[in-house]
């Protein structure tokens, strides 16, 4: 019945019991909050782990670092060339409004998975609330110092 308001609870399920909490649908399952934030944790240790056996670089897209203009980074990835040219079109838009700033520190393989291993690896630099943005800790300039980069017209 259409502008029926329907109650989801959630599907997470351990020792054989369903959490049955109240649930929004997020990645097509009924996931509590609770829950969601585990089933991201669990699909980013996935992601890590095969990065770490088949090599980051064997996957497609690419991984991004940049610097807003509250300098802070965000860490994120782009499947094709074409939709980080187009990330990067958005996101320069959006900081803009914050003033100018705008700054990418480096582009690289790997897309999700390498974006999966930046984000563990400065994990005490994220910002809560923030998403994937991150402080500009001398941790994440050490690894831009060194880290291999791609040459993109972006």
Not at 17 to 25: D, H, I, N, Q, R
Not at 98 to 123: Q, S
Request: with cysteine; net charge negative; aromatic share 10%.
């Amino acid at each position: 019945m259409l502008g029926r308001l329907t109650m989801v609870t959630c599907c997470w399920t351990k020792d054989d019991a369903v959490c049955g909490a109240s649930a929004e649908v997020r990645y097509s399952l009924p996931l509590c909050d609770e829950h969601l934030s585990g089933f991201y944790r669990g699909r980013t240790y996935t992601i890590r782990q095969s990065a770490a056996i088949h090599g980051v670089e064997s996957f497609p897209g690419y991984c991004y670092v940049v610097l807003l203009p509250d300098e802070t980074v965000k860490i994120g990835y782009s499947n094709t060339e074409e939709t980080l040219k187009k990330r990067f079109r958005d996101l320069k838009r959006e900081a803009e409004k914050d003033g100018p700033g705008f700054d990418v520190l480096a582009v690289m393989t790997g897309g999700c998975a390498m974006e999966a291993v930046l984000h563990y690896r400065f994990e005490k630099s994220r910002i809560p609330g923030l998403g994937e943005r991150f402080e500009f800790s001398g941790e994440i300039q050490d690894f831009l110092a060194t880290a291999p980069r791609l040459s993109l017209a972006v």
